[in-house]
């Protein structure tokens, strides 16, 4: 009998040895991982948005609002908000830092160097406004233009807290859900990287029990900074298959689980 009890236990610990595996810091599994959008193109709802819905995949969509991309589809933006996908904040006019090489085509009225705090605070409010009358939340996250979180030389970081669950920024990184830095997130850039290296960025934040957040822009053309989007389908595909191991979800679920909420 003594016999019998032992193999059951040890089939028992067998059995439940890839479920043991998969647990860990984010909402029980391994690593995070969260799919952001920038600047209100019109590929993220003629391709991306039909590419995640058919994999239950949500994203995270930062919605320049006066962008031709926004303000010529606002219906399909509230369909994709309704579908579980994140309308998140990236101003109203998208300014950037004009100063120093590679800013040459910042516009002068855009240029955050010559911004005051007020004039940033007061575009995001309008934005947040705007996104609240589309998809009905008062709960979202913020992307930084260019990561540049200076306005007139002064940090507005400090400033959005009270408006934005969080906030994603440009540089890389792979944060742990104790030093992850909420309103300043870490990302990874994709523009023209193989499926390869994009398993690869999968794979570590997997080993590191981290957060990954990738960064695109253009998906199939565009914009400059550009993934080919049978190489994006193959990326969706990766952690689909994955998702044992993968929490993915909208920025502003990530973000909320990091406060705690």
Known sequence: MRLLQNSLLSLCFTLAMPLAAAEGPWQGKRAAVALTYDDSL???LDTVIPALNEL???GTFYLTIAADGFSQRMAEWRAAAADGHELGNHTLFHPCNGQGP???WVAAERDLSTWTLGRILGNIEVANTTLQALDGKTERTFAYPCGDTLAGGESYLEAIKPLFAGARGVAP???SPDNAERFNLAAHV???QSIEQLKALVDNAIAQQGLLVFLFHGVGGEHPLNL???THAQLLDYLHAQQHQLW???MVDIA???AGE
């Open 102 to 104: 590679g800013r040459e």
């Open 228 to 230: 080919e989007a049978d």
């Open 173 to 175: 990184g792979f944060p």
């Open 42 to 44: 019109n590929v993220h």
């Open 190 to 192: 994709i523009n023209g």
């Open 248 to 250: 993915v979800a909208p």
């Open 56 to 58: 239950e995949l949500k």
């Open 256 to 258: 909320s689980a990091l």
